[in-house]
């Protein structure tokens, strides 16, 4: 997107890209050709503006997701070893109460 020199004239031409073709859209020429092309290149900044503010919220959302899931982990590993001191074991992925063997040999079942 520039403004190109043409014989004696200066001309705005806006490139559009359509499949494998690129598209050459005549905008105007002179003081509208300098004002075309300073709206477009504002327009581009804008939009480089707002995907770089994009982008830094995604940054901090994975950053956000990161500690959730390391909190995560804290909690699970946690939970796993107080399950494990109290007596509890792993039946079919679920945690169950560990039968005390010696209460039910001495009672006689």
């Known amino acids: 997107m520039a403004i190109e020199s043409r014989g004696n004239g200066r001309y705005y031409y806006r490139k559009r890209r359509i499949g494998r073709r690129v598209l050459s859209e005549y905008i105007g020429g002179g003081v509208y050709a300098e004002l075309a092309a300073k709206l477009d290149d504002n327009d581009r900044h804008k939009k480089a503006q707002a995907m770089a503010a994009f982008r ?10 990161r500690e959730i899931d390391e909190l995560c ?36 079942v």
């Open 56 to 65: 830094q919220q995604c940054d901090e959302q994975d950053t956000t997701d």
């Open 73 to 108: 982990e804290f909690v699970q590993a946690t939970t796993d070893a107080m399950l494990l001191i109290t007596g509890h074991h792993h039946h079919k992925r679920q945690w169950r109460k560990q039968r005390d063997h010696r209460k039910s040999i001495a009672a006689g």
